[in-house]
């Protein structure tokens, strides 16, 4: 049961955009949460076209001790700048992210992170498995392989899932986002800073249901186009945060995507390209690679 309180043990940051057939289910996951700690729910509604902020409104009046929505905006701020806003207002010890379409369906979630965290200081972060829930209504997992993870993992492309973090409040959090604000992964930037700040814990759990529904930021985007967005992100979040090895990195990130860009393809495709590209063309296996996703895919 959740206490009143002015500053929450856990603030729940949760984001909206035309969300109005998922975020009651989002809502609800945060309010059958069991603790033995105060938490608060922070919504930030990013000028919904449709009855999202509606059903917020609805649910903040029937539960103000737990539920703070922010004030709506004249304009549509845009995902990065709506996360920041709200992540601002966010005051308790720990922060728990949840976009509006995803929800947990763990009523321990939030108990059970934080007795981790509390117990295990070293930690910036925990996260748990998930089921992945597709249009077809079908589940599928998300189980993690290791237990810990740490900055080269996340500078390697590792990046924990956004619906099941619970994070260490601290005030760099919001100025690094600031500061890179253009780049479109906030929770690859969360999982960054955090990581310069201490490992990050994955507990076994299955704790939330991320909702490829195909009206997501990630999930809208066409399957093809994937693996090309994905790759020029990573690309992007690398030259932000410029470690010493960006270039190792990088070239790391290139020669996986192209491997998974040609594991995709039938056959036949690989064939007829290999036999166009080496013995038409007389270009080296190597070359044809590079040139083959590169000029092809990246730069489509």
């Not at 947990?104 to 934080?114: A, G, P, T, Y």
């Not at 190792?248 to 995507?257: G, M, Q, V």
């Not at 044809?288 to 489509?300: A, E, I, Q, V």
Request: net charge positive; charged share 25%.
């Amino acid at each position: 049961m959740n206490n009143t309180t002015n500053t929450p043990m856990v603030s729940v940051c949760m984001i909206t955009y035309n969300h109005e057939a998922y975020i009651g289910e989002a809502i609800e996951g945060v309010l059958m949460q069991k603790a033995n700690f105060p938490f608060k729910l922070i919504i930030g509604e990013d000028h919904s076209t449709d009855n999202t902020r509606a059903i917020c409104e609805k649910y903040a009046a029937k539960h103000p001790d737990v539920i703070e929505l922010l004030p709506k905006e004249e304009i549509n701020l845009g995902m990065m700048p709506n996360f920041i806003k709200t992540l601002k207002v966010c005051k308790g010890k720990y922060i728990a992210l949840c976009e509006g379409d995803d929800y947990w369906i763990d009523e321990n979630k939030l108990q059970m992170q934080v007795d981790f965290l509390e117990e295990n200081e070293e930690y910036s972060l925990v996260f748990t498995n998930r089921h992945i829930l597709n249009p077809s209504g079908i589940l599928s997992n998300s189980i993690g392989t290791i237990d810990t993870y740490t900055k080269d993992d996340i500078l390697k492309g590792f990046i924990p899932w956004t619906q099941t973090i619970l994070l260490r409040n601290n005030k760099i959090i919001p100025s690094f986002l600031r500061k890179h604000n253009q780049c479109p992964s906030g929770d690859r930037l969360i999982s960054y800073i955090c990581s310069t700040l201490g490992p990050l814990k994955r507990l076994d759990n299955i704790t939330a249901v991320y909702r490829d529904s195909g009206y997501g930021v990630w999930s809208s985007i066409p399957v093809k186009d994937k693996l090309k967005t994905s790759t020029e992100r990573y690309i992007d979040f690398i030259n932000m945060v410029k470690p010493n090895n960006s270039t190792e990195l990088i070239n790391l990130k290139i020669n996986k995507a192209k491997l998974e860009f040609l594991r995709k393809k039938p056959i036949s495709y690989i064939i007829n390209m290999i036999y166009d590209n080496i013995f038409t063309k007389r270009t080296s296996f190597t070359l044809f690679l590079f040139n083959s996703f590169t000029k092809k895919y990246l730069k489509s």
